[in-house]
């Protein structure tokens, strides 16, 4: 076990070093779920209008505010300035169809990236709207470890609306990084499970309102090798179908009322 995923064990509030022993041995036992019972945790930003600060609603978490980030699944939340630390590992991008707001809301479904209708598809102001009249909506899914002291999680950071254009810089960054081989000299790409980024959050606004938006800093290579291999695991488990992201899950956040999370841009 590395040193810094020891230590992080160590601060985790972990049962004794006996009682793990006896976890040890029976590692794994009875979780061979079906994995179309499992769920993916989204990352998500808490905007001014998201359950997740309203008491009254069962998705509320307490001590969470607006610009916070949180874990769909889990129910556990970041300050947003400080953010969460990600290792990214695998990233697609999925068109989703909806009603209009106007016309009541509601998730119509996926569209493949070759659909005829996403490609017929017209700018109306901030949205792009099908043929048939209804939204589509481009949604890019980050697929990431989650790094908290250390120790690995799992998540999709799913970016769409405003957040588009951060996720296209974030991307970009990926791609432009490279280093030299200490050996060789030679200027190498690293995967892209080798990087860390920091992801916050920031507040803009424009002529409809304000909201909250992700900000991406690199935060250096991954050294840890145990966390190298979880990243690979992760990685080989999207890309084989064992792990992907529900297009209803992917929707779940646009709900008629909260039109500040999808802030025009």
Known sequence: MSKAVAKAKAKANLPSEEVLDLLSMHEGEGLDYETSDLQIPFIRIIQALSPQINKRDPAYIDGASSGDVFNTVTGQHWE???????????????????TPRESGGGFLGELAKDDPDVVAATRTGSKEILPDGNELVKSDQHYCIVLEDGVPSFGIVDMKSSQLKVSRRWKTQIKMLSVKHPKTGVLVSPPIFGTMWQLTTVEESNDQGTWMNWSVAN???????EILE??????????????????????EEQKPGEAVQDAPF
Do not use: H, N, W
């Open 80 to 98: 947003g300035e400080k953010g969460i630390t990600v290792i990214p590992c695998y990233q697609e991008t999925k068109y989703l169809k909806f």
């Open 230 to 251: 979880a990243a690979v695991s992760f990685r080989k488990s999207v890309m084989s179908g064992e792990a992907k992201a529900v297009a209803q899950d992917v929707a």
């Open 219 to 225: 935060a250096g290579f991954v050294e840890d090798k």
